[in-house]
């Protein structure tokens, strides 16, 4: 299983898009500080996430989202 996640951040406003194969661990490695992208922004809050059979379909979506700005706000 494969997902979609949104984060954002609690002391900022900024919206994290991406996609992965373990949502929980990810969400714990993004507020610990291990991802050097988003280390500045944490703590997070999971607002949104889907869940694909495959990773391509994931990445797929990611991409959409990010590139469609409608789409995005039609979310939160």
Same mark, same amino acid.
């Given at each position: 299983m494969? +997902? !979609? +996640?949104i984060l954002k951040? =609690?002391?900022h406003n900024w919206i994290y898009i991406v996609s992965? %194969?373990?949502l929980r661990q #990810? =969400?714990?490695d993004h507020n610990s500080g291990k991802v050097r992208s988003t280390k500045f922004y944490k703590p997070f %809050? !999971? &607002?949104y996430y @889907?869940?694909?059979l495959s990773y391509n379909l994931a990445r797929k #979506? @990611? &991409?959409s !989202?990010? %590139?469609n700005s409608q789409q995005k706000e039609i979310l939160f």
């Open positions: 494969s +997902y !979609l +996640y951040s =609690v002391g992965t %194969k373990d #990810r =969400v714990k %809050k !999971l &607002i @889907e869940a694909y #979506r @990611e &991409i !989202l990010k %590139k």
